[in-house]
């Protein structure tokens, strides 16, 4: 598959990339963010997929998180998805900020217009490793998942979902239970009809309660505005 690289900065002794391509699942050009340490310039290293939050793009881990530096040092990928495809022409896509551009909640869609491009879970998934395996000196043995809010989700689900498929995984102020609250109610109705056992097996909680291997440990602070929800 080709890429065209759109950005390249020396960073924490390697590269910080962005490329884009034409993206099989989601059916438009997609934008990823790669860092690349220094050890990858002679040998083969881990890859961690970061997936971000809500009205998020492949821009705001790499430009805010600081995670080049502990990647260098420790040699390994990190790679940051876009959030949802973007420009599809998919009606109401962008019409608010949790549903639609920015809001792909790393679900694959089965509803009308949504279900031809919102496959973010399989491209999450399945393309994306493929890509970055071809394209990348990436050990495809070992790779990890981790995300935050809505990306938090994503990658607790793919993991649950992919039992060995990732060598770990962790979650920054997940979303959970999103059957529970606003933004989730919202895109799960739009992107998965109004069945709600379709959203309960694409829920964190649903999936932890129903036979899902691994060692699970979950920390919460007491100052969490939605700890409740």
């Known amino acids: 598959m080709a890429l065209t690289q759109v950005s390249s900065n020396k960073c924490a002794g390697g590269f910080q990339k962005v490329f884009e391509h034409d993206s ?5 050009k997609m934008k990823f963010a790669v860092f690349l340490p220094p050890k990858a310039e002679t040998h083969k290293c881990p890859v961690l997929y970061w997936l971000s939050g809500l009205t998020c793009s492949e821009q705001n881990f790499i430009t805010k998180a600081g995670s080049q530096l ?41 509803q009308e217009p949504w279900k031809s491009n919102y496959r973010m ?46 060598k770990a995984v ?29 959203w309960e097996a694409r829920t964190v909680l649903w999936t932890c309660t129903s036979g899902s291997q691994g060692s699970k440990v979950s920390s919460r602070g007491n100052q969490n505005v939605f700890g409740g929800e």
Not at 24 to 28: G, N, P, Q, S
Not at 73 to 87: L, N
Not at 137 to 163: E, F, Q, T, W, Y
Not at 172 to 196: E, M, S, T
């Open 24 to 28: 099989v699942e989601l059916k438009c």
């Open 170 to 198: 962790s979650a920054f102020a997940p979303i959970c239970n999103p059957v529970q609250c606003p933004w989730g109610q919202k895109a799960f109705a739009a992107y998965l009809g109004p069945d709600r056992a379709a």
């Open 70 to 110: 502990a990647a260098a040092e420790d040699g390994i990928i990190v790679v940051a998805p876009d959030t949802s495809p973007r420009g599809c022409g998919v009606e109401g896509e962008d019409d608010s900020w949790d549903l639609g551009t920015g809001a792909g909640f790393y679900v694959d869609a089965t």
């Open 121 to 166: 879970y399989s491209y999450v998934t399945q393309e994306l490793p493929k890509v970055i395996n071809s394209n990348f000196p990436a050990d495809p043995d070992r790779m990890s998942v981790s995300g935050h809010s809505m990306g938090g989700h994503g990658a607790l689900i793919c993991a649950l979902k992919n039992p060995g498929k990732y």
